[in-house]
């Protein structure tokens, strides 16, 4: 076989694999780690099944992560965040049938592709879904534009867990018509996140504003929460999660709800 075929083998799959993995995580992520409708025979014989749902459901969506890029509890703040090599090895058991299938019936190399595109796909998910909520200001590509379109992708499936179920490669949930609309209090999240940018300097100055207030009171309800455990006072009123815009402010900022001063680009 030919270098040129080899190669042309490669980058097929890659892309075919792209495809099909996007599909598993749609229908991984919604069958099973959202919803519990198999036969109760089916997760007595695998409990693993039953610890899918709760782990990611019940725990990471509904314990942990109110807040989309803040866990106070040390206990949840990379719970769930990460695919464990054991539930790779269970996807490319899965898969290996089609993969001794490309072996014989198209190139070894075809097969190591599909194969490398598996654990490269959840690699990267771990990676990316990490920064998403416990954002590193050194992390090279979280300023990049393909970054900050599935932080944004991913912020709306918790906003709306019944829609948005790709991390990485988002294909399925646009096939299958899956993709949540951003209402403005989730534009406004966005903004404050840095997901989202505006255009005009004013409207910048603002969502500066707003992203100072957030951080102030996130550190004033943490030390509130510490000094509770300690048994001691925290002067000053309690503090929400949202940052104090007034209602006037959002207005202004997100006039007549078209949200026509924002980018979705870099």
């Known amino acids: 076989m030919s270098l040129a075929t080899t190669l042309l083998h490669v980058l097929c799959t890659a892309v075919a694999a792209a495809f099909v993995i996007s599909f598993a995580e749609f229908a991984i992520h919604r069958h099973l780690m959202h919803r519990q409708r198999l036969p109760a025979w089916v997760y007595r014989v695998l409990p693993d099944l039953r610890n899918q749902f709760k782990n ?13 890029d803040h866990e106070p509890d040390p206990a949840g ?3 769930n965040v990460r695919i464990l090599w054991g539930d790779t090895l269970r996807l490319i058991t899965t898969f290996s049938p089609l993969m001794v299938g490309l072996w014989f019936l198209v190139s070894p190399a075809s097969a190591l592709t599909f194969l490398s595109m598996i654990v ?45 179920y790709n991390v990485v490669l988002p294909f399925a949930d646009f096939v ?3 993709v949540a609309v951003r209402r403005p209090s989730d534009v406004r999240e966005l903004l404050r996140l840095g997901h989202l940018s505006p255009r005009r300097d004013d409207s910048l100055a603002r969502v500066r504003r707003m992203q ?9 309800h943490e030390a509130h929460l510490a000094a509770q455990r300690a048994g001691q006072h925290v002067a000053g009123a309690p503090v929400t999660a949202q940052a104090p815009m007034s209602n006037a402010e959002v ?3 997100f006039a007549n709800d078209a949200i026509r001063d924002v980018v979705d680009g870099t």
């Not at 954002?135 to 948005?164: C, L, V």
Request: aromatic content about 14%.
């Open 56 to 68: 990611h459901a019940v725990l990471h969506h509904g314990t942990y992560y109110r807040e989309f």
């Open 77 to 79: 703040k990379t719970f």
């Open 120 to 164: 490269l796909h959840n690699l990267m998910w771990g990676v990316v879904h990490m920064q998403m909520h416990v954002p590193r200001e050194d992390a090279w590509f979280a300023r990049t534009g393909y970054f900050r379109f599935i932080s944004r992708h991913h912020f709306m499936h918790h906003r709306q867990t019944g829609k948005n």
């Open 176 to 178: 299958l018509g899956r």
């Open 212 to 220: 100072a207030q957030h951080l102030a009171a996130r550190a004033h």
């Open 251 to 253: 207005d202004a900022l």
